[in-house]
């Protein structure tokens, strides 16, 4: 997906941010390197590949947290190269809040 295309389907503001992620479903987990995240979804980079569409649950690990952020199902909406998009679809209320509370922190 181009950047311009991109930037005009996003819902929440992505903020830059380097940190790991686990995913994991049925078919397919792995791990993948964050390069910016929101409160709707991130952007990450693994050597697993997937496809449009997979869906798992996630464990976002922000840095200098002592807990990871939980989300119960995420879809993937788009794929090029080892890059995809995430779009978080369900997690509890606190861990949204948890997250929301971290990344207005973010300078």
């Given at each position: 997906m181009s950047q311009e295309k991109e930037q005009k389907v996003r819902k929440a503001k992505?903020?830059?941010?380097?940190?790991?992620?686990?995913?994991?479903s049925d078919?397919?987990?792995g791990d993948a390197?964050?390069?910016?995240?929101?409160t709707a979804g991130c952007r990450g980079e693994s050597d697993v590949m997937v496809a449009e569409a997979l869906e798992f649950h996630v464990l976002l690990h922000l840095p200098n947290q002592p807990t990871p952020v939980r989300v119960d199902r995420a879809s993937v909406r788009w794929v090029d190269g080892n890059a995809f998009g995430l779009s978080f679809i369900l997690f509890i209320p606190s861990e949204r809040a948890r997250l929301r509370t971290y990344l207005e922190g973010v300078k």
């Open positions: 992505r903020v830059n941010l380097r940190c790991t992620l686990g995913f994991a078919e397919i987990e390197v964050v390069t910016n995240v929101s």
